[in-house]
């Protein structure tokens, strides 16, 4: 499975922006997003679809001068020697040189390392896009890992390039339904457990590409040298300072601990601390408060799947990790695979239910909570006040079982929802149905593609 070549998957929107700030240029595009979420692959399969010449320099979390002399490699390796390997001094110079060279596209991708390492180099940028890319046929285009540097530095307001980028891309994960190309050989029952390990970040469903079973997965997933171990490692400590901090409060969510106060108390940081902490986490879409419909009190989830994954799944299992006790700790997870794909089947429920509805109007989703009432699922359209709900349940059942609990979550709702709404249908997810036969408000992972 690893030597397959991946396919490209459900980017054919970004394309279509890049290609528009292509024929439209000059531009200046950025884009980002989390470590291991396509950009670069998305940049690379534009740029490949172009006739003119490319530059395409990925930085280094190197010294200012050492970026500068290989992105002048780089571009040499493209353009010819005339454009000299000597000591440049920024680089906006740079830029100017290459594109006198006959450049129309010039990519410096994982920008935020050069950023981080020297961040005058985004005030050199400015100077270029200012002073000279207005009076050229040439895109610049800047990505970048590091959410919190690329928004805080070089986009957000006072930033040197805030309101100057010609398109802004910020990439997400890919949804469930685009699962089936990397694993068509799996049931879809499966392929809903694969999303809840690692959601639809391509870098892990590339890795999984291929696999036909839950064993291969996890066997893939929790090995030497896999890169889900090093997860967090890699994805929070280059972004935040007090990484062993974001660790316990990340912790302690993964264990049930998921209001300010039992956060605070499991991770030994006074309440009026942890605030701040989560707001960053927030800030980079690690967590998220969930708040549900019609009420005011939420609880904090872990937002990120594989961060999820290691978290609640892989760090109680650490001492066998670092006793290398591979059989035990793949034979741990898979026995808890099922209640641990349930949660994820709740938040993957909601997503379906607003995709579903959404050209209908229902343009709100989350969660029905009242005095100890709960609905899994919900979507409201707000100019009709209209509701419709759904109960997620990780398990097979029969139609007898269905019907009561669509039942149950249309008399759960009506007592939940404010006066002047009104439960409009129910729908009820399943892992699997007994029987052949079954009614169209009975979704299973096969209906979700």
């Known amino acids: ?88 001094g920024s680089a906006d110079s740079l830029l100017r040189v290459i594109h006198r060279l006959g450049a129309e596209v010039v990519v410096i991708d994982e920008f935020t390392f050069w950023v981080r390492a020297y961040p005058g180099v985004v005030g050199e940028i400015q100077r270029f896009v200012d002073e000279y890319l207005p009076g050229t046929s040439m895109v610049l285009a800047l990505s970048g890992s590091l959410v919190g540097v690329m928004e805080g530095r070089v986009l957000g307001g006072g930033a040197p390039l805030f309101g100057r980028a010609s398109v802004v891309l910020k990439l997400g994960p890919l949804s469930f339904s685009h699962l089936k190309y ?17 959601g639809g970040i391509p870098h892990y469903l590339c ?96 937002s990120d799947a594989p961060l999820r994954t290691v978290f609640t799944l892989l760090e109680p299992l650490r001492s066998l990790i670092e006793l290398e006790q591979w059989g035990r700790v793949r034979e741990a997870v898979t026995k808890r695979i099922d209640s641990y794909t349930s949660r994820a089947w709740e938040d993957l429920v909601r997503k379906h239910l607003l995709e579903t509805h959404a050209e209908q109007g229902y343009t709100v989703v989350g969660r029905l909570v009242h005095k100890g009432i709960e609905v899994d699922a919900a979507v409201v359209n707000p100019e009709t006040r209209e509701v419709i709900v ?54 299973t992972p096969a209906d979700m593609g």
């Not at 068509?184 to 694969?194: I, Q």
């Open 1 to 88: 499975m690893f030597g397959m070549v991946c396919p490209f998957v459900d980017r054919d929107s970004e394309i279509g922006v890049l290609r528009k700030a292509y024929e439209g240029r000059p531009s200046l595009v950025v884009a980002y997003g989390r470590r291991r979420v396509g950009k670069s692959r998305l940049l690379r399969e534009f740029v490949s679809r172009l006739a003119g010449k490319v530059v395409y320099y990925t930085a280094a979390p190197s010294s200012h001068s050492v970026n500068l002399r290989q992105m002048a490699e780089q571009a040499a390796s493209v353009l010819g020697p005339e454009l000299g390997l000597g000591s440049w």
């Open 207 to 302: 890795m999984l590409r291929g696999s036909t079973s839950l064993r291969e997965v996890v066997e893939a997933l929790i090995r030497p040298g896999s890169p889900l171990l090093t997860e967090k490692e890699l994805t929070l400590s280059m972004e935040v300072r007090e990484p062993h901090t974001y660790y316990s409060i990340l912790s302690a969510i993964a264990r049930g601990y998921d209001t300010l106060t039992r956060i605070a108390q499991y991770a030994g940081i006074p309440v009026s601390h942890v605030s701040k902490y989560l707001s960053v986490l927030e800030f980079l879409g690690v967590v998220r408060r969930d708040v549900p419909l019609f009420g005011k009190r939420g609880r904090y989830v872990i």
């Open 182 to 198: 990397f694993l068509p050989g799996m049931m879809p029952e499966d392929r809903v457990r694969v999303y809840a390990l690692v």
């Open 390 to 443: 759904a109960e997620a349940k990780w398990s097979t059942l029969s139609s007898s079982e269905a019907g009561k609990l669509r039942r149950d979550a249309l008399v759960k709702a009506a007592k939940i929802v404010p006066r002047g709404y009104v439960v409009r249908d129910a729908y009820v997810y399943a892992r699997g149905v007994e029987g052949v036969e079954r009614p169209e408000w009975l979704i």
